[in-house]
T-cell receptor, first 111, second 111 residues
Framework: GESVGLHLPTLSVQEGDNSIINCAYSNSASDYFIWYKQESGKGPQFIIDIRSNMDKRQGQRVTVLLNKTVKHLSLQIAATQPGDSAVYFCAELSGFQKLVFGTGTRLLVSP | NAGVTQTPKFQVLKTGQSMTLQCAQDMNHEYMSWYRQDPGMGLRLIHYSVGAGITDQGEVPNGYNVSRSTTEDFPLRLLSAAPSQTSVYFC??????????FGNGTRLTVT
C-alpha cells in the first residue's frame, strides 16, 4: 500500500545551521509532493511543493529535493532560525486531492 | 480573508453524545476535507468533498458523517461519540491541484 514515512522523529540544530529533513515514499506513481510546517496548537501550514517532473525547487530559505529513483524527498532549511522550530510533514498526493501524510519530524532550533 | 475557520476550538463529550464540528472557508475553494491527527500517526483523511452536494469517504470514515450544502461550509458530525474519536480534527480546503489550506483544528476529548 501507499505510505509516507520519515527517517528521524526529532532533529536538533543550532541557530544558523542548515537543516535537512528527509522523507521516503512508497507509491512510485505519485506525482505531487508537499511539505507542511505545523506549530503547536495550529494547523499545518504549506511550505513548498514539487511535482514529479522536477528534481529541485527553491523557495525563500527552503529547498525541496526529489529523488524518484529511490523515492526520497527532502526539505532543506537554510540558516535555521528559532521560529523554524515546529513539526514538519511531507505529504504525497494519492488520488484526487487526497494527501497521504507522514508521521512528522520535530525540528528543535536552539540559540 | 479569514481562510479556513473551525469551531469550536475545544470540546469534551461523553460517550454516546453527538455533536457537529463546524468548518467554513471564504476562499471559494471547491475542495474541502476533514482530517484527524493522532500522536505518532500523522493526519488521516476522514471525508472529503469536491463540490457542493458531493461527498466521499476517506481513509477513516467510520463514525462520522458529512454534508456539503454550500461551497463555504463542510460540517463533520459525530453521531455517537466514542473514546477512540478523541483526537484533533482539521478541516482543509483548496482549489483543484493546489495545496490544502488548513484551519487551526478542534481538539476533541471523549470520556
Amino acid at each position: 500500500g501507499e505510505s509516507v514515512g520519515l527517517h528521524l522523529p526529532t532533529l536538533s540544530v543550532q541557530e544558523g545551521d542548515n537543516s535537512i529533513i528527509n522523507c521516503a515514499y512508497s507509491n512510485s506513481a505519485s506525482d505531487y509532493f508537499i511539505w507542511y510546517k505545523q506549530e503547536s496548537g495550529k494547523g499545518p501550514q504549506f511550505i513548498i511543493d514539487i511535482r514529479s517532473n522536477m528534481d529541485k525547487r527553491q523557495g525563500q530559505r527552503v529547498t525541496v529535493l526529489l529523488n524518484k529513483t529511490v523515492k526520497h524527498l527532502s526539505l532543506q532549511i537554510a540558516a535555521t532560525q528559532p521560529g523554524d522550530s515546529a513539526v514538519y510533514f511531507c505529504a504525497e498526493l494519492s488520488g484526487f486531492q487526497k494527501l497521504v501524510f507522514g508521521t512528522g519530524t520535530r525540528l528543535l532550533v536552539s540559540p | 480573508n479569514a481562510g479556513v475557520t473551525q469551531t469550536p476550538k475545544f470540546q469534551v463529550l461523553k460517550t454516546g453524545q453527538s455533536m457537529t464540528l463546524q468548518c467554513a472557508q471564504d476562499m471559494n475553494h471547491e475542495y474541502m476535507s476533514w482530517y484527524r491527527q493522532d500522536p505518532g500517526m500523522g493526519l488521516r483523511l476522514i471525508h472529503y468533498s469536491v463540490g457542493a452536494g458531493i461527498t466521499d469517504q476517506g481513509e477513516v470514515p467510520n463514525g462520522y458523517n458529512v454534508s456539503r450544502s454550500t461551497t463555504e461550509d463542510f460540517p463533520l458530525r459525530l453521531l455517537s461519540a466514542a473514546p477512540s474519536q478523541t483526537s484533533v480534527y482539521f478541516c482543509a480546503s483548496s482549489y483543484t491541484n493546489s495545496p490544502l489550506h488548513f484551519g487551526n483544528g478542534t481538539r476533541l476529548t471523549v470520556t
